[in-house]
């Protein structure tokens, strides 16, 4: 097992952490943003540095189409290739499942493709994905999962489940370097508890470095993503880490580490800030609104990152719709924010203090007092006292 994972303070579930791995020391709670083919569009790894980021995640699938494994590994892996000096995590590829399903056919022996790149059919196998893994060299892979949308209900979810575990262990047979990286298994089940519980206890009798809850954001309401959240938190065991996937919006990712989770990753703080938003405490800001044009405040006064300290919202409002600089800026923007979020919630937990963390957080999103319910149920389930917050 190549990680170490020390829990450095605790809030009822919650929990602050140190995860050692071989190429970088984490602290969680952690968000580690999508670098989907090596890169963070738009950003160089020193930006990355300069902001904290501690992980970056990379996409099996994409990367064995471009540039390809074979080349990676001759390069001297991942790490070199793009010289990136910090911890990697691959996801299995599985995700495409979902993503790019008009474009695949499962069955047990695994995931065809038609490649988006030249349309020919790749074979994406439990074993194949493990080598291709092994071939790039992130700290982190992630077993090759059998992913259904949770809004789909019916025999298919349980098949999946039960076929996630059949290829869990066909990866852990695969897997040549556990010496140096780490294989996390997922948690599949979509929105079934009884599966959830099955999938998470034939997971952890595999004895896996990590565990992953996946099948999430995929449009369930929030009342059942956090409950799912909450159930696989407090079976998976306390030692490991618990990364929950796919999830990168500031407010779930508060919730989901009260509820004992530590890892998350998406595309959106990227994503929406090639649409011209930005992440504030407050929520989301949108420079592309003409209230913007002659704006000359930053676009966070409590923001200390390179973007709020050099340039105006009229600036990034004049660059956000011609010019890819702007979207440059509010990626760098965005990642930053995620990444005190992160750094802050490590520290409120440390410090004893994380209950106040999240009511002041939850009164700088919501200063009406109208805390979305299921925010509310979780808090309770969580063990931390919101009613200051809310507003009758």
Not at 54 to 73: F, K, M, V
Not at 182 to 197: A, E, H
Request: a negative charge.
């Amino acid at each position: 097992m190549a990680l170490q994972f020390e829990v450095m303070g605790r809030f009822n579930r919650a929990r602050a952490s140190k995860l050692i791995l071989p190429h970088f020391v984490v602290q969680t709670p952690m968000f580690m943003p999508v670098g989907t083919q090596g890169t963070i569009k738009g950003l160089t790894n020193n930006q990355l540095e300069d902001i904290g980021c501690q992980i970056i995640l990379g996409n099996t699938y994409h990367l064995a189409l471009r540039p390809g494994a074979e080349l990676i590994d001759e390069l001297g892996g991942l790490h070199k290739f793009m010289n990136w000096k910090r911890a990697l995590l691959t996801d299995s590829g599985g995700f495409q499942m979902v993503s790019l399903l008009h474009l695949a056919d499962i069955t047990e022996e695994g995931v065809t493709f038609q490649s988006p790149v030249d349309g020919k059919p790749m074979l994406l196998t439990p074993e194949e994905s493990i080598q291709i893994q092994n071939k790039i060299g992130a700290d982190i892979i992630m077993a090759l999962d059998d992913v259904v949308r949770t809004t789909i209900t019916g025999p298919r979810i349980e098949e999946a489940m039960y076929r996630t575990l059949r290829w869990m262990d066909r990866c852990i047979e695969a897997h040549k370097r556990p010496d140096v990286q780490n294989l996390f298994g997922i948690v599949q089940g979509g929105l079934d508890p009884v599966l959830r519980d099955i999938c998470v206890r034939g997971l952890v009798e595999r004895n896996l470095p990590g565990y992953a809850i996946g099948g999430l954001a995929g449009g369930e309401d929030k009342d059942s993503f956090w409950r799912v959240v909450a159930q696989c938190t407090a079976a998976l065991p306390e030692d490991k880490p618990r990364y929950v996937m796919g999830v990168g919006y500031p407010l779930d990712i508060v919730v989901c580490s009260a509820l004992g989770a530590d890892m998350y990753d998406c595309v959106y703080p990227t994503r929406t800030a090639r649409f011209g938003s930005a992440l504030v405490p407050e929520g989301v800001l949108k420079l592309k609104h003409n209230a913007m044009a002659n704006d000359e405040r930053p676009i966070d006064s409590t923001c200390s990152c390179m973007v709020c300290k050099n340039y105006s919202r009229a600036y990034i409002h004049s660059l956000i719709t011609r010019d890819a600089m702007g979207s440059q800026l509010l990626s760098y923007h965005n990642l930053s924010y995620m990444m005190r979020l992160s750094k802050d919630l490590h520290t409120s937990i440390v410090e004893g203090r994380f209950p106040e963390y999240v009511r002041g957080f939850l009164r700088t999103q919501f200063p009406k007092g109208d805390v979305p319910q299921w925010v509310c149920n979780a808090m309770e389930v969580a063990g931390i006292d919101i009613s200051p917050c809310i507003l009758d």
